[in-house]
């Protein structure tokens, strides 16, 4: 029997080199790989994760200390591989890839662990003396609310808020041995989407499926069936029918016993997919993402690992989610950036579900109507070519903004106002929220900058007030009402912001209501999904938003979908900027025209040429790839090559610059080695960066992690903040 147990610290320094033996005493016999305790390290005490168990060491017994305690809740073993795994892939440390996978709350300090527990109500049952009470015989001088409570018990346990009557009262009752008061553990369900019903309802199809999804279909259950695992690409138009093939192929990994994780970009898509799938599945779905409370996510993620819910729904950090004998994994929208995360360790949510679904067996079916290129060369394709009512997809039409100075085109803003005539609904897509981008003095030229980062202020509005926010480290300063330079009060808000069009559509097209989703919209709980939900109980109305509002909803009484600036990312200095704009134009065009009445999309553009902005208006996804997969391979940019951009950032230039070039040094000659160069300013950080291209992903990523490590361990560059971003996005 292993007697020595194998901990990760959870803590955060690069230069450490784990794993450290413990001996695991009688009292902790119960210690198995994923268990979390609290250590000896050093002077002090710290958080550790098990991550393999064995007889033997290399310390001497007498020198292996014992963990001082378990925490309850442990992670399978599985996970813990996982966590590790990402930990190599993305040059980042086993602390913190293992941080990724523990239960929600844990933390990394041991007096704050664990940071949630199961919530417990005081639950009254009532005794044979309280029966007798209540039918008249003995204990007498109850009061009347006494006497009610009783007669409530009568029917069954309950709750002292149930029974509305004080804990005072409560505790009377039971010194008086009327009542016997136990605990009673209670789930705290997230709120933002309806309950389905009882877990045990029968799985019945929502309506019969096409020739196309039946085709789709088939080639998902045959290796879910012979549990082999496999890597498929679902590229359905909007309006296909992908999440009708999820929900089957979901309903045929549970009747093998089996759980299934489905994922989602962005939390604003989570209320939607779960209600679809609690309908159909009822309580054993569970949701995960940030925006719950803490409880609500620790009820979850133990629902979860306990095996009452076998479906998880949510965005990145579902991957994580604590399932045994995992069938499937669905990732929805797999085109979307927004699966990369953006701090360490900087993982693609992409590539750790596909490993996962290869650790455990499992399909993996990514789902989108604008694939990405990596995706389109390496998975097996699977198509919907057709809406599942065989409507058509909406004409797309491109309006030249060149010599317009107006936020709108005199074509937009007519086909708004008959939305307000029709009485019919519409998406206007913005790339910016806030009202205005950019401030300056229009006499001395002054622009107000964030004194943190070397970026401008956004201009923002709450009703009267106006504040300047950065929307890099959210400094916030009055808006100026003249210029502290020179006096002049000809102070210039430029661009448009979601603010600043949605005030304006209210006006122009009232009594038409307007909407709003962006983040700020998002900031209080519940915000996304109430704003989603108020646009869709209404009868009409104008939903403005930044890119949320084209990932993946599904309302089929918009009739319009603008693209209020389509070059925005054209503009940036990226290899992917086609095809992000070729995905955000594709993707709001499939919100338009899915009910009857049809729809048309409008997009405003100065560069009506682009190839990205051509093929999506003639819906074109595979003339777009096939162009965009060559001019790749011609610059040998990913999938032809992996990126690896490394950061070295420090309050003082000169160290960031140093720490950078030293990088440059440890990496050697063998590698394709960009920089170092300056980047701007972010939170009082100075920055400067590498960029490595390779064709041996492995090798770079093993160079890379070997070179941080040991200028993380130089004295001279302590302070210095390092950070890798493998496959940057």
Same mark, same amino acid.
């Given at each position: 029997?292993?007697?020595?147990?194998?901990?990760?610290?959870?803590?955060?320094?690069?230069?450490?080199?784990?794993?450290?033996?413990?001996?695991?005493?009688?009292?902790?016999?119960?210690?198995?790989?994923?268990?979390?305790?609290?250590?000896?390290?050093?002077?002090?005490?710290?958080?550790?994760?098990?991550?393999?168990?064995?007889?033997?060491?290399?310390?001497?017994?007498?020198?292996?200390?014992?963990?001082?305690?378990?925490?309850?809740?442990?992670?399978?073993?599985?996970?813990?591989?996982?966590?590790?795994?990402?930990?190599?892939?993305?040059?980042?440390?086993?602390?913190?890839?293992?941080?990724?996978?523990?239960?929600?709350?844990?933390?990394?300090?041991?007096?704050?662990?664990?940071?949630?527990?199961?919530?417990?109500?005081?639950?009254?049952?009532?005794?044979?003396?309280?029966?007798?009470?209540?039918?008249?015989?003995?204990?007498?001088?109850?009061?009347?609310?006494?006497?009610?409570?009783?007669?409530?018990?009568?029917?069954?346990?309950?709750?002292?808020?149930?029974?509305?009557?004080?804990?005072?009262?409560?505790?009377?009752?039971?010194?008086?041995?009327?009542?016997?008061?136990?605990?009673?553990?209670?789930?705290?369900?997230?709120?933002?989407?309806?309950?389905?019903?009882?877990?045990?309802?029968?799985?019945?199809?929502?309506?019969?499926?096409?020739?196309?999804?039946?085709?789709?279909?088939?080639?998902?259950?045959?290796?879910?069936?012979?549990?082999?695992?496999?890597?498929?690409?679902?590229?359905?138009?909007?309006?296909?029918?992908?999440?009708?093939?999820?929900?089957?192929?979901?309903?045929?990994?549970?009747?093998?016993?089996?759980?299934?994780?489905?994922?989602?970009?962005?939390?604003?898509?989570?209320?939607?997919?779960?209600?679809?799938?609690?309908?159909?599945?009822?309580?054993?779905?569970?949701?995960?993402?940030?925006?719950?409370?803490?409880?609500?996510?620790?009820?979850?993620?133990?629902?979860?690992?306990?095996?009452?819910?076998?479906?998880?729904?949510?965005?990145?950090?579902?991957?994580?989610?604590?399932?045994?004998?995992?069938?499937?994994?669905?990732?929805?929208?797999?085109?979307?950036?927004?699966?990369?995360?953006?701090?360490?360790?900087?993982?693609?949510?992409?590539?750790?579900?596909?490993?996962?679904?290869?650790?455990?067996?499992?399909?993996?079916?990514?789902?989108?109507?604008?694939?990405?290129?990596?995706?389109?060369?390496?998975?097996?394709?699977?198509?919907?070519?057709?809406?599942?009512?065989?409507?058509?997809?909406?004409?797309?039409?491109?309006?030249?903004?060149?010599?317009?100075?107006?936020?709108?085109?005199?074509?937009?803003?007519?086909?708004?106002?008959?939305?307000?005539?029709?009485?019919?609904?519409?998406?206007?897509?913005?790339?910016?929220?806030?009202?205005?981008?950019?401030?300056?003095?229009?006499?001395?030229?002054?622009?107000?900058?964030?004194?943190?980062?070397?970026?401008?202020?956004?201009?923002?509005?709450?009703?009267?007030?106006?504040?300047?926010?950065?929307?890099?480290?959210?400094?916030?300063?009055?808006?100026?009402?003249?210029?502290?330079?020179?006096?002049?009060? %000809?102070? &210039?808000?430029?661009?448009? =912001?979601?603010?600043?069009? *949605?005030? #304006?559509? /209210?006006? !122009? +097209?009232?009594?038409? $209501?307007?909407?709003?989703?962006?983040?700020?919209?998002?900031?209080?709980?519940?915000?996304?999904?109430?704003?989603?939900?108020?646009?869709?109980?209404?009868?009409?109305?104008?939903?403005?938003?930044?890119?949320?509002?084209?990932?993946?909803?599904?309302?089929?009484?918009?009739?319009?979908?603008?693209?209020?600036?389509?070059?925005?990312?054209?503009?940036?200095?990226?290899?992917?900027?086609?095809?992000?704009?070729?995905?955000?134009?594709?993707?709001?065009?499939?919100?338009?025209?899915?009910?009857?009445?049809?729809?048309?999309?409008?997009?405003?553009?100065?560069?009506?040429?682009?190839?990205?902005?051509?093929? %999506?208006? &003639?819906?074109?996804?595979? =003339?777009?790839?096939?162009? *965009?997969? #060559?001019? /790749?391979? !011609? +610059?040998?940019?990913? $999938?032809?090559?992996?990126?690896?951009?490394?950061?070295?950032?420090?309050?003082?230039?000169?160290?960031?610059?140093?720490?950078?070039?030293?990088?440059?040094?440890?990496?050697?000659?063998?590698?394709?080695?960009?920089?170092?160069?300056?980047?701007?300013?972010?939170?009082?950080?100075?920055?400067?960066?590498?960029?490595?291209?390779?064709?041996?992903?492995?090798?770079?990523?093993?160079?890379?992690?070997?070179?941080?490590?040991?200028?993380?361990?130089?004295?001279?560059?302590?302070?210095?903040?390092?950070?890798?971003?493998?496959?940057?996005?």
């Amino acid at each position: 029997m292993p007697s020595i147990a194998r901990v990760e610290p959870l803590t955060t320094a690069r230069a450490l080199r784990g794993p450290f033996d413990y001996r695991i005493p009688s009292r902790m016999a119960g210690i198995e790989v994923g268990s979390v305790l609290v250590v000896p390290f050093g002077h002090r005490r710290v958080l550790g994760l098990v991550v393999d168990l064995t007889g033997e060491s290399d310390v001497p017994p007498e020198r292996l200390v014992e963990p001082v305690r378990a925490l309850e809740s442990g992670v399978p073993d599985e996970l813990v591989d996982l966590g590790l795994w990402i930990a190599d892939a993305y040059c980042s440390t086993p602390a913190r890839g293992l941080a990724l996978v523990l239960p929600p709350g844990t933390g990394t300090s041991p007096r704050a662990a664990p940071g949630a527990s199961t919530r417990e109500l005081l639950e009254a049952t009532l005794t044979l003396a309280g029966r007798e009470a209540l039918q008249g015989h003995g204990a007498g001088g109850l009061g009347p609310r006494q006497h009610a409570a009783l007669g409530r018990l009568a029917k069954g346990p309950s709750t002292a808020a149930e029974l509305d009557i004080p804990h005072a009262t409560l505790a009377s009752l039971q010194r008086r041995s009327l009542v016997r008061i136990g605990r009673r553990a209670v789930a705290r369900r997230p709120a933002a989407v309806e309950r389905g019903g009882a877990g045990d309802r029968p799985l019945t199809p929502s309506h019969r499926l096409t020739c196309a999804q039946e085709s789709a279909l088939g080639a998902v259950l045959e290796p879910l069936a012979a549990r082999r695992h496999a890597a498929l690409l679902l590229h359905g138009v909007t309006g296909s029918g992908k999440t009708e093939v999820y929900l089957r192929a979901a309903q045929a990994a549970l009747e093998q016993g089996r759980t299934a994780i489905v994922m989602v970009p962005e939390i604003a898509l989570t209320p939607q997919t779960a209600r679809r799938f609690e309908e159909r599945f009822g309580d054993r779905v569970a949701i995960l993402h940030s925006k719950l409370g803490l409880g609500e996510r620790y009820d979850e993620w133990q629902r979860l690992r306990s095996g009452a819910a076998r479906i998880c729904v949510g965005p990145r950090s579902a991957v994580f989610a604590p399932l045994a004998d995992l069938g499937l994994v669905v990732l929805d929208e797999e085109h979307d950036a927004a699966y990369k995360q953006e701090s360490d360790p900087r993982y693609d949510a992409r590539e750790v579900a596909e490993r996962r679904a290869r650790l455990s067996g499992a399909v993996l079916l990514c789902g989108t109507a604008t694939p990405r290129p990596e995706s389109w060369l390496r998975l097996p394709r699977l198509s919907l070519p057709e809406r599942v009512d065989d409507s058509p997809l909406p004409p797309v039409e491109l309006l030249d903004m060149r010599g317009l100075r107006h936020a709108l085109h005199p074509d937009a803003r007519r086909a708004l106002e008959e939305v307000r005539e029709r009485g019919s609904k519409a998406i206007v897509l913005v790339a910016r929220r806030g009202w205005s981008p950019f401030v300056d003095c229009r006499d001395c030229g002054r622009a107000w900058m964030c004194r943190n980062c070397d970026v401008s202020l956004t201009l923002h509005r709450d009703g009267e007030a106006q504040r300047l926010v950065c929307h890099h480290c959210g400094h916030a300063e009055p808006a100026p009402h003249a210029c502290p330079d020179c006096g002049s009060t %000809a102070v &210039a808000r430029h661009g448009v =912001g979601t603010q600043r069009l *949605e005030a #304006e559509l /209210r006006e !122009a +097209l009232a009594p038409l $209501p307007v909407f709003r989703l962006d983040a700020d919209a998002g900031r209080r709980k519940g915000g996304i999904a109430s704003v989603l939900d108020r646009f869709e109980s209404a009868p009409a109305g104008i939903l403005v938003g930044t890119q949320m509002v084209a990932q993946g909803h599904d309302f089929p009484d918009v009739e319009l979908a603008i693209v209020q600036d389509a070059d925005a990312n054209l503009r940036f200095p990226d290899f992917r900027a086609e095809e992000r704009t070729f995905s955000l134009v594709a993707q709001l065009a499939g919100r338009s025209g899915r009910g009857p009445a049809g729809g048309r999309v409008l997009v405003q553009t100065l560069c009506p040429s682009a190839a990205s902005l051509r093929h %999506a208006a &003639a819906h074109d996804a595979g =003339g777009f790839l096939a162009e *965009e997969v #060559e001019r /790749r391979r !011609a +610059l040998r940019y990913p $999938p032809f090559s992996t990126l690896i951009r490394l950061l070295a950032a420090s309050p003082d230039q000169q160290t960031a610059d140093a720490a950078a070039a030293l990088l440059r040094r440890r990496l050697g000659d063998g590698l394709d080695v960009l920089g170092p160069a300056p980047l701007f300013r972010v939170k009082d950080l100075c920055r400067s960066t590498l960029i490595v291209k390779t064709d041996d992903r492995e090798a770079a990523v093993a160079a890379v992690g070997e070179a941080v490590r040991s200028v993380a361990s130089e004295r001279s560059l302590r302070g210095v903040k390092l950070a890798v971003d493998v496959d940057p996005q």
